[in-house]
């Protein structure tokens, strides 16, 4: 046990000696239970309610407590804004889905391109390279605003002119260029040997990617591919820019109207029940990943 | 083998065979000439380009001076299809290179299902008939990290007999091995050379080459410094940096 290293939160030895992560969805706290025993717990229980106990008496003994309960924490505007921001916060989660469906097959193909090797597919490795530089190097923001506004004033026939339509466009650009690169990063990792005895069984270029290659990447980076999904519902917020009428929007129009700031506040819990419980999940299944792999070697 | 016609001349023919990585010059010019069903042995210090030589041999590298031949057919030639030349020839990995994503059996079979479009229930008829003959029958559905290294190795050369190849390459296939598992995939490729199938090994197992080799061939520096039948090579050798050579491996224990 290392005394310098990091904290080894949620990770026990196994019977080799080695460290093997078993974190749970709320590991740690568990963990402590069943390794320090009924008392230590005891201590544990009473020291937490002490804590935080005591923080929620001070702040809202405070002067200012009373203003910031009405401006952020009223019951009586949480109900009132609610199922607006609820709704809006459904159009959250349709956006998200479609955005989910496009980056990966996008970023897939953006990184098979980028990996392809001989002369011929010079052009198309230009292509990829130049997509990720571009679309890497453009704020999220900038990205949403030029092709949410911009496009649609162009009034180019055939393009929609639909806001969501350009918001899910933006997100999908900007989100498949960083995708693509962590699937890169995947396809980089698995060993050229790989690459060669795929070739020596007489499969073409493509079919060692697609059989021998990329089913190894992608098992490679999932986890990272999974903090990218929690990441993306949350930057789906972002286009309430464009005037959509998603759940910040919705609560934006609610202050507008009340000058009462809770019902941010309400979609702030709403992102949090969806961005938490995914956090979670990655952790869990990163770990459980991780364990299979180190069992698995002989 | 291809077709029912007599081949008169070699089987593999190097001729001048030249190849770099960046500066360095790693092949210098190799002329080897193989006979059908001939098994030959290339032995000499690491580095000395007998690995390159089978990558180049089944163009998994391109070469930079030269010319390779199969059946007189140059190979190495611009406008030949790479992937058609690669389903004649096999080569086997000093690190076996099985797909650790798959079952022993998807790895045999998929150079026939996807590389020659054979069914899958033909392609595992035949694999299970050659994991039964290299006693591997009853891993057929394991991954191969569940399995020990001469069971991998055994594996990766069922893989690489299922095209039928026409000349099998081995790269120092045991030299990741524990000892004691050496000799299992040894007596796999005895037994392949019994049954004629021409090969190229480059090994480290001096005893087996003099046992199983037609010829062995002593590189150095990136050519064929000595070539002969193992009892005139290890009896008798000619120059000086064999002898060398042997001189170092008979002190190893080796030989």
Known sequence: MSL??????GTGPDTNGEQVPRRRLFAGVSEFFAEEGAKAGAVAVASTIFFFGGAAV???????????????????DFSASAPDVLEGFWLNIQLFFWAMLIIPVLALAIAVMRSLRGPAFMPLRILAVVYTDLFRGIPLYLLIVVLGFGVPALQLGGLPTSAAFWGIAALSLSYSAYTAEIYRS??????????????????????????????QAVRNVVPALMNTVVSLQKDVALISILGIR????????????????????????????ISIPLTRFVDYYTARDRAERSQSQI | ????????????ELDDVRKSYGDKRVLNGIDLSIADQEVICLIGPSGCGKSTL????????????????????AITARGVDANEVRRRIGIVFQSYNLFPHMSVLDNVTLGPRRALGIERAEAEARAMELLERFGLADKANDYPNRMSGGQNQRAAIVRSLMGDPEILLLDEVTSALDPELVGEVL????????????????THEMGFARDVASRVCFLHEGRVLEAAPPAELFGAPQHDRTKQFLARVIEAGRL
């Open chain 1, 4 to 9: 310098h290293g990091p904290p080894s939160r």
């Open chain 1, 58 to 76: 001070l702040i809202s003994r405070s002067a200012n407590w009373p203003s910031v309960r009405d401006q952020f924490f009223n019951p009586d």
């Open chain 1, 186 to 215: 995947g396809i980089d990792a698995v060993p050229e040997s790989q690459r060669s005895s795929a070739r020596a069984i007489g499969l073409t270029q493509w079919q060692s990617m697609r059989f021998a290659v990329l089913p």
């Open chain 1, 246 to 273: 998603d759940a910040v929007r919705e609560a934006e129009i609610y202050k507008t109207r009340t000058f009462n700031y809770t019902s941010y506040i309400v979609a702030t819990l709403l992102f949090l029940a």
């Open chain 2, 1 to 12: 083998m291809s077709g029912s016609e007599v081949q008169a001349g070699p089987k593999l």
């Open chain 2, 54 to 73: 089978l990558r180049c041999v089944d163009l998994l590298d391109p070469i930079n001076g030269g010319e390779i031949r199969l059946d007189g057919e």
């Open chain 2, 187 to 202: 007596s796999v490729i005895r037994d392949l050379a019994d049954r004629g199938l021409t090969m190229v090994l480059a």
